[in-house]
């Protein structure tokens, strides 16, 4: 469905991106309203929507004008604040931010992700390989299901056990399967994750090992201990943060390729390389669909002016499109160079696990292209039910 005017689109809504066709309501929005004003809807206030690469760019790269520490995302900055604001990094601004950040760089870097990576690929071939012999399976639940969560269970040292449940948790709490979820379960799904850190936490403070935990749990900023939230917020942003978009991005990765034969078999032939098209996957299918600030002063954004304690939101979703930086921006492109999208964001708050996340997405085109000969989507894929998360639930489908 096509909106007749921009005035009638709600994109604080989560059904608004099941009705519509998305890249033409960006393509609209870009050429028409670049910094749009979504107007306020029952008990939401109004908010920005920008949409031009240039513009995103611009936001994500300024957060002394632009702050996250009211909340990044729409759900937290429609409610006025986040509750781990402060204290999580993604929702800590100034020299707070940047030294919690360089604490946690160092579990990040590729030398000490090395070993990880490898248990990656190991991991992810070893599954692929059971998905050929079995078939018919779901990409979704049997395959992406447990990728993600295994890699940054070894990060932080969680028993694998436990592992499931905390995938059950995440599912809950940014992007509900359908509108059937209601909001006391997305809380409770949250606090579940908050208490399980917490337990974990104080034992690794008690017996540290080398796990991202233990650097949180031991870490010092300002010759002080982080305090007992900081530790928890920022072990609960890694299993938001790395779970579910590098899901979603290699779960979006193999429709594009089940549509676009021509590409898959790029990938076969190995035309192109693995580096870019994990790149150009992570473009096309841009899980984070937006992140969020508030503005702190009177500022400009493009030419128009927004006001201080406006709430601005960036919408990867689209700048990854804009015809302006990106040629021929809707063709699926494995081969695309330059490609500089904002899948990560940008800036101060750029994400921490790029590297893992395409890790991700390369061991499973690696894969792919080593043991599958032709990918087979086999019924209606299900959609995630989120004005955030872009991707998919259900994905069934036929490997030979
Ligand atoms: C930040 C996307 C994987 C942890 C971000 C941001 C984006 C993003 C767009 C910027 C948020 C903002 O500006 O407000 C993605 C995508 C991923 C992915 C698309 C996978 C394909 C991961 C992984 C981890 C992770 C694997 C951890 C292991 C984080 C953290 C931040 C962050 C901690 C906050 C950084 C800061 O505020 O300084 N991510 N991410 N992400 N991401 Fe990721």
């Given at each position: 469905m096509t909106a007749s005017s921009l005035a009638d689109i709600d994109l604080a809504d989560p059904q608004t991106f099941l009705d519509q066709d998305l890249p033409a309501l960006w393509r609209r929005l870009r050429a028409e309203s670049p910094v749009h004003w979504n107007p306020p809807s029952g008990r939401n206030p109004g908010f920005w929507v920008v949409s031009r690469y240039a513009d995103v760019h611009a936001v994500y790269k300024d957060n002394r004008r632009f702050t996250s520490e009211r909340g990044n995302v729409l759900t937290t900055l429609l409610q006025g604040n986040d509750s781990a604001s402060g204290k999580m990094l993604a929702v800590t601004d100034g020299h707070r931010h940047r030294e919690i950040r360089n604490l946690m760089l160092k579990s990040f870097s590729p030398r000490a992700l090395a070993p990880v990576v490898d248990r990656v690929r190991a991991r992810t071939s070893r599954l692929i390989s059971e998905a050929v012999e079995r078939g018919e399976f779901d990409f979704a639940t049997d395959v992406a299901d447990h990728i993600p969560i295994n890699t940054i269970g070894d990060l932080m040292d969680v028993p694998p056990a436990d592992r499931p449940k905390l995938v059950d948790w995440n599912n809950q709490t940014l992007s509900r399967h359908s509108s059937q979820h209601s909001e006391l379960e997305e809380f409770l799904a949250r606090n579940e994750i908050l208490l399980y850190f917490s337990a974990l936490a104080q034992e690794r403070r008690r017996n540290p090992g080398d796990d991202v935990i233990s650097t949180l749990a031991t870490g010092e900023v300002d010759g002080e201990p982080l305090s007992e939230d900081e530790i928890v917020f920022n072990c609960y942003s890694l299993i938001l943060g790395a779970d579910e978009s590098s899901r979603m991005s290699s779960i979006g990765g193999i429709l594009a390729l089940a549509r676009y034969d021509g590409q898959w078999r790029a990938l076969k032939d190995a035309t192109v390389s693995v580096d870019t098209a994990v790149e150009e996957v992570l473009?096309?299918?841009?899980?984070?669909?937006?992140?969020?600030?508030?503005?702190?002063?009177?500022?400009?954004?493009?030419?128009?002016?927004?006001?201080?304690?406006?709430?601005?939101?960036?919408?990867?979703?689209?700048?990854?499109?804009?015809?302006?930086?990106?040629?021929?921006s809707l063709r699926f492109d494995l081969a695309r160079t330059p490609n500089k999208h904002v899948a990560f964001g940008y800036g101060p708050h750029f994400c921490l696990g790029a590297f893992l996340g395409r890790a991700h997405v390369g061991a499973v085109l690696h894969a792919l292209r080593e043991q599958v000969s032709g990918i087979e989507v086999l019924g209606e894929p299900r959609r995630l039910f989120s004005n955030f998360v872009h991707g998919y639930s259900s994905v069934p489908v036929r490997f030979r």
């Open positions: 473009r096309w299918t841009t899980p984070a669909m937006h992140f969020g600030r508030r503005a702190v002063v009177d500022a400009q954004i493009g030419d128009t002016p927004v006001a201080a304690g406006d709430i601005v939101t960036l919408w990867n979703s689209s700048a990854n499109f804009d015809e302006a930086v990106f040629a021929d």
